[in-house]
Structures are given as structure tokens and as C-alpha cells.
């Protein structure tokens, strides 16, 4: 069964960083390119960036040059260091792999004074 486990997001005040991790299992994780999507109140899917199998990355124009995703294939496991974070970042954020179609469940990041 594939599963994604997404963690540490949480409470932040702007201009202050998070790291997002999501651990990932039953599939061959290194093969696979992975993504950060997030989903801010009352709005639309967003890609936030994707790092491919040989890690090459893109990101979105929001969050390029504050977010950087990385990824660790001895561990399956997915990351998201996000800094200089805004009241517009506020969202849930997941970890999914479109080659497999999965999603994890979601963790919130709520940026706020």
C-alpha cells in the first residue's frame, strides 16, 4: 500500500521558517519525482515545487527563492524548508507523487502574527 506521511507544519509567524517532511513507503521511492501541492482557504490547488528522480527542482513563482524542497532516498522521505514565511503560505500543505496518483493527508502551515 502507498502512503505518504507529511509532518511539521504548524504556527509560525511571518518572516519565520518551517520544515515540512513527508515520508513516503510502499513504493520505490527513488524512482519517483515528488511534489509539495498546497490548498490555501477558500482557494484552488497550487503546485508549490517538484523535485524529479535525478533532483532537478522547480517552484512556483510565489515561493521561489524562500522555499526549497529536497529530498532523501536513504530515508523515503520528502522535505520542504520553508523560510521568510508569509501570511499568504497559509495553507495545507501535501506531499503527493503524480506517477502513482498519491496524495498524503495534509499538514497545516497557518502563518500569522
Known amino acids: 500500500e502507498v502512503q505518504l506521511v507529511e509532518s511539521g507544519g504548524g504556527l509560525v509567524q511571518p518572516g519565520g521558517s518551517l520544515r515540512l517532511s513527508c515520508v513516503a513507503s510502499?513504493?520505490?521511492?527513488?524512482?519517483?519525482?515528488m511534489s509539495w501541492v498546497r490548498q490555501a482557504p477558500g482557494k484552488g490547488l497550487e503546485l508549490v515545487s517538484v523535485?524529479?528522480?535525478?533532483?532537478?527542482?522547480i517552484y512556483g513563482d510565489s515561493v521561489q527563492g524562500r522555499f526549497t524542497i529536497s529530498r532523501d532516498n536513504a530515508k523515503n522521505t520528502l522535505y520542504l524548508q520553508m523560510n521568510n514565511l508569509k501570511p499568504d503560505d497559509t495553507a495545507v500543505y501535501y506531499c503527493?507523487?503524480?506517477?502513482?496518483?498519491?496524495w498524503g493527508q495534509g499538514t497545516q502551515v497557518t502563518v500569522s502574527s
Open positions: 503527493a507523487t503524480f506517477g502513482i496518483g498519491s
Open positions: 510502499g513504493f520505490t521511492f527513488s524512482n519517483y519525482a
Open positions: 523535485i524529479n528522480n535525478v533532483y532537478v527542482t
